[in-house]
């Protein structure tokens, strides 16, 4: 089985710039990329698929995606329009679903988005999972019988550095779950725009790089590395699982 894994497209509602980096431009080079590949079984996004929540960039997102031809599932980050979303039939091709099954696997997605009490309308960029979210994963964990990936914005691991101040705020009782599971394989983020693999615990915890900017931990606040943009190929052999990251071309 082989999975794309992409994150933060950032996408905007005229095609405008951030930070100078064309966006659009990115998520166009990386659709390209993908129709090239071969035996490609499904596209997972976590989140930040939208820079400014419209209407319009959910649209073009879709379209670019249905023109793969490959089943695409969609986690929501924090600039993302979850309302927006939920209450209007906008996709006619990508999914926002909370499970999936794709050859054996089990794909749970879940929702870390965080509102801002402060700013109506807004999110927070640091994740948590509400407890009506928690009950429903913990009751899930114990019912599972087949290999589980599980999809989400906010990383549930530090990765040192400025990033770990927005990561998922309540990630130790979120590992504490899934880790009680030996069918949960692999937790897939995004929301640092930085690629990471790590294991714990014997869990596999993988971020993808930005697709439509980068960042790392290793230079400033939000400064960009430019020319790590891209997305993650894992590939699925039985019990043997590789991430590699894709640079943008």
């Known amino acids: 089985m082989r999975i794309i894994h ?48 419209s209407f319009s960039s959910y649209i073009f997102a879709d379209r670019l995606f249905s023109s793969t031809n490959i089943p695409t599932y969609w986690s929501l980050g924090n600039h993302d329009n979850l309302d927006l979303l939920k209450n209007n039939n906008l996709l006619s091709y990508c999914k926002l679903v909370c499970e999936a099954t794709i050859y054996g696997w089990q794909i749970i997605i879940l929702n870390s988005i965080a509102h801002d009490e402060e700013q109506l309308g807004k999110n927070r960029s ?26 989400l914005h906010h990383p549930a691991l530090e990765i040192g550095g400025w990033q770990d101040l927005k990561i998922l705020k309540n990630r130790d009782k979120f590992r504490e779950i899934i880790e009680s599971s030996e069918y949960v394989r692999i937790v897939l983020a995004g929301h640092i725009h930085e690629f990471t693999d790590r294991t714990l615990n014997g869990i596999r915890y993988s971020t993808a790089p930005g697709l439509g900017f980068a960042f790392s931990s290793k230079l400033s606040n939000y400064e960009i590395q430019h020319g790590a943009e891209g997305f993650n190929l894992i590939t699925i052999n039985k019990n043997k699982i590789l991430i590699n990251k894709i640079a943008l071309k």
Request: no cysteine; glycine share 6%.
């Open 6 to 53: 992409m994150s933060d497209l950032h996408l905007t509602q005229d095609g405008s710039t951030i930070w100078g980096e064309d966006t659009r431009e990115k998520f166009i080079i990386a659709i390209d990329m993908i129709k090239k590949m071969q035996d490609i079984d499904a596209i997972l996004v976590s989140g930040d698929i939208s820079n400014d929540g």
């Open 126 to 151: 640091r994740g948590v999972i509400d407890i009506d979210t928690m009950i429903k994963i913990k009751n899930k964990i114990y019912t599972l019988k087949k290999p589980t990936i599980v999809v």
